[in-house]
């Protein structure tokens, strides 16, 4: 295969510090680069949707339930995994924005549903096609074994990290 920044960087390092194992660096600094094309790609999949990443999170979660697209405010927090502070504005935003709305849930008179709107659905709908098209095209050297291959090696990889 035909070296790249990474092998560069590595071959660099191993003329200044010979004695340290850099495999290391050849996993995580590959990791890193395309974790950094992975926020390009997202960026530009949610600004052709007029959508933030926060926003996206949120769309996606409530898109992902299934019909009709509502989860209560506590729901939204797991799935996002923020404060509720942070995610009562993020609703308002939505709200403001027409892509959610807020409706009394049916089972708790005090309680209320987050809802996603024809508006929302269309936005997170054209935004994840997007970015799903973008990160195709990044693992397009892949045949589907290695795809999977990768996936699998990844979740060993992430298990201590739960």
Do not use: H
Request: net charge negative; proline share 5%.
């Amino acid at each position: 295969m035909e070296p790249d920044e990474v092998d560069e960087l590595v071959l660099a390092w191993r003329r200044e510090r010979d004695d340290l194992d850099l495999a290391p660096v050849e996993v995580f600094s590959r990791i890193s680069r395309l974790a950094r094309l992975l926020d390009l790609a997202r960026r530009d999949a949610f600004t052709a949707q007029s959508i933030e990443p926060w926003e996206f999170d949120v769309l996606a979660a409530l898109r992902r339930t299934g019909k009709p697209y509502q989860l209560s405010p506590g729901q939204l927090l797991k799935e996002t995994m923020v404060t509720s502070g942070t995610m009562t504005n993020r609703i308002d935003r939505l709200t403001e924005r027409g892509l959610v709305d807020r409706s009394p849930d049916p089972t708790d008179r005090r309680g209320v549903l987050v809802g996603l709107t024809t508006a929302g659905k269309r936005a997170v709908d054209g935004a994840f096609e997007t970015l799903l098209a973008s990160e195709a095209d990044l693992l397009g050297e892949l045949s589907a074994t290695e795809r999977r291959q990768l996936v699998d090696l990844l979740k060993r990889l992430m298990r201590p990290l739960r």
